[in-house]
């Protein structure tokens, strides 16, 4: 199954808010576009679109920028198991996939705000790759996927170089995260470090310090006749009532996070 166990719906609903769809793909150096096969609740990365188009082909220069870092706060100061539940999220979707230990009792009754922080991405404008379409050749790609519409693009990832959580105190008690002995209640393992940064915050990285792909925009590829179409948004149905500008990104799945497997040669 590439659906994932964790469904931490804070954490998929920040990323859906903004166009993204959550991937456990823990790579680095990935740049779009590049092809997907989505059947049966399986993702399969097939590589880069120019491998299916004719030797000599370019990709259009790619836009390259920073994101504001993306929060989550979590308001349940008893339920100190979800914000474990979504740290534990948050650290796959950054690279972190071994099973860490994740005790934060040391927060009890402490405000705590998660954010994906260092994020940048490479993106390619849709548009352009309308115009690469012409000449796709999909190679071994069984027609019937083709024909089921189980055939996607990915257009833009994004990369977290670190995740950090801060937890505030509520004004009758002090906190001071540099005071916690951090090694004791969190172990990422080989693949990841941890510390305090300052008072409040701790900080969570991969251990050689690259960014992960953890999130991704995707559109659906359509076959038309001879003709190939890319789809980046949703399609307006019959009851569709809102401003044709406002048209939502598309999405693979609502609410979950997808695990993405790589084709087998």
Not at 64 to 81: V, W
Not at 136 to 147: M, N, R
Not at 208 to 223: H, P
Request: hydrophobic fraction near 40%; charged fraction near 25%; proline fraction near 5%.
């Amino acid at each position: 199954m590439s659906i994932t166990g964790c469904r931490n719906d804070a954490l998929v609903k920040l990323l859906n808010g903004i166009g993204y769809q959550p991937v456990l793909l823990p790579r680095t150096g990935l740049t779009p576009p590049e092809l997907y096969v989505y059947k049966n609740e399986k993702l399969i990365r097939r590589g880069p679109l120019l491998d299916y188009l004719p030797s000599g082909s370019t990709i259009p220069e790619l836009n390259r920028g920073t994101l504001d870092s993306i929060q989550h706060h979590q308001t349940d100061r008893k339920s100190l198991g979800v914000a474990a539940s979504f740290l534990g999220d948050a650290l796959k979707c950054i690279g972190i996939t071994s099973a860490p230990k994740l005790d934060l009792s040391f927060a009890k009754g402490r405000d705590i705000t998660f954010s994906f922080d260092n994020v940048t991405y490479v993106a390619l404008d849709p548009a352009k790759i309308d115009h690469m379409l012409s000449s796709l050749d999909t190679g071994a790609i069984p027609p019937e996927d083709i024909k089921a519409g189980y055939l996607h693009i990915a257009y833009d990832y994004a990369f977290a170089g670190s995740l950090s959580m801060r937890a505030a105190g509520d004004g009758a008690a002090s906190f001071n995260a540099k005071a916690v002995q951090i090694g004791t209640y969190i172990d990422l393992g080989a693949q990841g470090k941890v510390e305090a940064t300052d008072e409040t915050t701790i900080s969570f990285a991969s251990k050689d310090g690259t960014a992960a792909a953890f999130a991704y925009k995707i559109g659906r590829l359509e076959k038309r006749g001879k003709k190939w179409f890319f789809f980046p948004e949703e399609e307006s149905g019959e009851a569709f009532l809102a401003d044709e500008h406002e048209k939502e990104p598309y999405l693979l799945e609502r609410g979950v996070v997808l695990r993405v497997e790589e084709e087998q040669s």
